[in-house]
């Protein structure tokens, strides 16, 4: 059976090409498949190393709600070194503390959480996770350059001042800003500023980036500019990237594999593996798995809403 599959031609170049369904290599031919739940598969799957993040059984209380109820509990995981992976479902189902507990800033109460082989807190002295919040939360008395070299200046003192610097301007100019390094954050738009946290972020040179809304506070045409930045970044470092939004489109255009969360407790309910080809672009929108997928998606975020599905 011959079928069309989006991917990249023998001569690199992408676009459609007809496979032999029958003879090609399972691993080669996914791509034309449908959005799977509760499995990894696929080609850009396959690109993917080992598990980079792993959590097992994990709970997590805050402190004065200890005696109460998990505020995220039973959460299993497992991301791969290299993938884009998301974290969507409704307000409050634990997203943010999940990342904080990936981060190091949370404990859990339960389970174990393993970050490159490491404890979290572990991994965040060696500084192997970045992150960036919906704030771009930039120093407004320092430029660009100053504010993405700043982190780096604070968390190791052995790395001299101009080597920081020219890793932030690297940076910088990585994530689009190389005109602005002499801004200051006042003299930049949201986006702009958003670009600056980015490259602030890079600038640590860390294995996973973990991104908490990161655009939820841009238009949606700078939202869906920034969506290309971090394939760009993706493409062009490889890093593990861990992303929380409320944007189905966001989620299926960036993501390798998208976990959705349920409220009471906060638990993974469903894992989604996208079955789209990277690289992705803008026209990854058109391509009709695109919309199954993200159908798909939408129904599983409206029963971890606790709402019956409406009938099609
Ligand atoms: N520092 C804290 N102390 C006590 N409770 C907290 C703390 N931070 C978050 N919570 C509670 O934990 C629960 C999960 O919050 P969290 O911010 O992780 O959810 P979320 O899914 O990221 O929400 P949103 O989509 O609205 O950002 C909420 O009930 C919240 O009130």
């Excluded at 807190?121 to 992150?131: D, F, H, K, W």
């Excluded at 919906?134 to 993405?148: G, I, S």
């Excluded at 655009?215 to 990237?241: Q, V």
């Excluded at 939004?245 to 969360?261: C, G, N, W």
Aim: with cysteine.
């Amino acid at each position: 059976m011959i079928e069309r599959v989006m991917g990249r031609n023998e001569n690199g170049s992408e676009g459609i090409r007809q496979v032999n369904a029958a003879s090609e290599p399972a691993a080669n031919r996914t791509l034309s498949g449908n959005p799977t739940e509760n499995a990894t598969t696929g080609r850009q799957a396959e690109k993917t190393g080992p598990a980079m993040i792993t959590a097992q059984n994990i709970a997590i209380s805050y402190p004065g709600v200890k005696n109460g109820p998990a505020v995220i509990q039973d959460i299993n995981l497992s991301i791969r070194d290299g993938s884009i992976v998301s974290l969507i479902g409704p307000s409050g189902c634990g997203k943010s503390t999940l990342l904080k507990a990936i981060a190091g800033l949370v404990p859990p109460a339960k389970g174990r959480m393993d970050i490159a082989g490491v404890t979290p807190q572990e991994a965040a002295q060696r500084r192997l996770v970045g992150l960036v919040f919906q704030e771009a939360n930039l120093l407004p008395w320092k430029t660009a350059l100053d504010n993405a070299a700043f982190l780096l200046q604070v968390s190791d003192k052995s790395i001299p001042a101009n080597e920081a610097r020219e890793r932030a301007a690297e940076n910088l100019r990585l994530v689009g800003l190389g005109e602005a390094l002499t801004k200051l954050p006042s003299q930049l738009s949201g986006g702009m500023r958003q670009r600056a946290s980015i490259a602030r972020a890079l600038t640590l040179n860390p294995q996973i980036l973990l991104m908490d809304e990161p655009f939820g506070a841009l238009d949606a045409i700078t939202r869906e500019e920034m969506s290309y930045l971090i394939l760009d970044i993706w493409e062009r470092t490889g890093k593990t990237i861990v992303l929380v939004t409320h944007s189905i489109d966001e989620a299926v255009l960036l993501s390798h594999e998208v976990h959705v969360m349920g409220v009471k407790p906060g638990r993974i309910v469903c894992s989604i593996t996208v079955p789209l080809a990277f690289p992705r672009n803008s026209q990854s929108f058109a391509d009709p798995r695109f919309r199954e997928t993200e159908i798909l998606l939408r129904d599983r975020l409206i029963e971890s809403h606790g709402r019956p599905r409406q009938a099609s």
